[in-house]
């Protein structure tokens, strides 16, 4: 038995998130690789929240600290 997870409207609008930041950015599909579309994954989760990226030597890349506790 296969249980389907119901996909969030938010969820739903990744596509389009990326496609405009690739406009933002001045990038084409071909500059997307692995590490860009994390990247724009990344910030279409933290978007509305107020916060700042920081680098993490535990992680070894930046991560997201939110100034806000409800994000």
Known sequence: ??????????????????????????????????????FFFQQFKTRGCEGHSEWSERYQRNIWISDDEEC
Request: hydrophobic share 30%; net charge negative; charged share 40%.
């Open 1 to 38: 038995m296969v249980i389907k997870r119901k996909v969030s409207w938010s969820e739903r609008n990744l596509g389009k998130y990326i496609h405009k930041r690739l406009e933002e950015e001045n990038l084409t599909t071909e500059d997307l690789d692995e590490s860009t579309i994390n």
